[in-house]
């Protein structure tokens, strides 16, 4: 029912920034929460960030807590995940994620859909 487009991924230097950006296509996500993963080649999907619906409720990694912050813009059906100070270790496929449930959560069996993904790597 929902489909999801990530964008903003590419090459960058250790320590630079990235935007990532999840938009809806040709459907809205109104009332859902949304989450960011991420995967590396042979790696299982690992959780990054979440937020909720009306409560505004998030959670990010322990570990990645303080460099990445999701936030969402509900006037244009979009989803974020600024990332900074990024570490060689953060490159991955980044998966943006939705659920019907309006709550966050970092369990990847909860969430209903799915986007392609974007590739974000970070050069030493």
């Known amino acids: 029912q929902v489909q999801l487009v990530e964008s903003g991924g590419g090459l960058v230097q250790a320590g630079g920034s990235l935007r990532l950006s999840c938009a809806p296509s040709?459907?809205?996500?109104?009332?859902?929460?949304m989450g960011w993963f991420r995967q590396a080649p042979g790696k299982e999907r690992e959780f990054v960030a979440s937020?909720?619906?009306?409560?505004?409720?998030?959670i990010h990694a322990d570990s990645l807590k303080g460099r990445f912050t999701i936030s969402r813009d509900d006037a244009k059906n979009t989803v974020y995940l600024q990332m900074d100070s990024l570490k060689p270790e953060d490159t991955a496929v980044y998966y943006c994620?939705?659920?019907?449930?309006?709550?966050?959560?970092?369990?990847?069996?909860?969430?209903?859909?799915w986007g392609q993904g974007t590739q974000v790597t970070v050069s030493s």
């Open positions: 937020i909720g619906w009306s409560i505004g409720d998030t």
């Open positions: 994620a939705a659920r019907r449930v309006g709550f966050a959560t970092r369990n990847l069996h909860d969430y209903n859909y």
């Open positions: 040709g459907r809205t996500f109104s009332s859902t929460a």
